[in-house]
T-cell receptor, first 112, second 112 residues
Framework: DAGITQSPRHKVTETGTPVTLRCHQT?????MYWYRQDPGHGLRLIHY???????DKGEVSDGYSVSRSKTEDFLLTLESATSSQTSVYFC???????????FGAGTRLSVL | RKEVEQDPGPFNVPEGATVAFNCTYS??????FFWYRQDCRKEPKLLMS???SGNEDGRFTAQLNRASQYISLLIRDSKLSDSATYLC?????????????FGGGTRVLVKP
């Protein structure tokens, strides 16, 4: 299995609180991605990174920010969580020469 | 219209039977295609790439029909362990950041 660790694996929080999810890789891959998965919508890209300090928006980036200060870590922050951000969040990594992505085990986030 | 569309199913399949399902895509410039598998409450994992000439991996056969803009997955001699959601993935030519576009998934239930 690809060396990807997501933390926390489960989190329950209240509306309006900040939340940070962490993705850590040991593969030294250039690309890292954050997705959310919801019934009826499938996997949707939130943000991605193509290098340290290089990030870009995906299709559902509103309400989320990311940071990548080291190759191995990609953080997803919900500045002020809303109930619509209740979801399963997956991190993925990929290389520059291949289109294959490897996923972490996911974080189940509930915003009450 | 969604970029990538799949019949959500479920496809209820007797053990040992053959099942096939398609995935349609709207961007004719798409160049790379994959099938991922996702078990319940788990992360997606690459099942197989889809090549223009079609390809086979054991009991799994993937085909690409560029004229009609769809890919297909056929599973022969279904096993109980094949029960999962199968995600179609499409990548347009020169997609920035190697971004993947996922279909909503087709659920397959193999029953004894």
């Amino acid at each position: 299995d690809a060396g990807i660790t997501q933390s926390p694996r489960h989190k329950v929080t209240e509306t309006g609180t900040p939340v940070t999810l962490r993705c850590h890789q040991t593969e030294n891959h250039r690309y890292m991605y954050w997705y959310r998965q919801d019934p009826g919508h499938g996997l949707r890209l939130i943000h991605y990174s193509y290098g340290v300090k290089d990030t870009d928006k995906g299709e559902v980036s509103d309400g989320y920010s990311v940071s990548r200060s080291k190759t191995e870590d990609f953080l997803l922050t919900l500045e002020s969580a809303t109930s619509s951000q209740t979801s399963v969040y997956f991190c993925a990594i990929g290389t520059a020469d291949k289109n294959i992505q490897y996923f972490g085990a996911g974080t189940r986030l509930s915003v009450l | 219209r969604k970029e990538v569309e799949q019949d959500p199913g479920p496809f209820n399949v007797p053990e040992g039977a053959t099942v096939a399902f398609n995935c349609t895509y709207s961007n004719s410039a798409s160049q790379s295609f994959f099938w991922y598998r996702q078990d319940c409450r788990k992360e997606p994992k690459l099942l197989m790439s889809v090549y223009s000439s079609g390809n086979e991996d054991g009991r799994f056969t993937a085909q690409l029909n560029r004229a009609s803009q769809y890919i297909s997955l056929l599973i022969r001699d279904s096993k109980l362990s094949d029960s999962a959601t199968y995600l179609c993935v499409v990548i347009p030519i020169k997609a920035a950041g190697n971004k993947l576009t996922f279909g909503g998934g087709t659920r397959v239930l193999v029953k004894p």
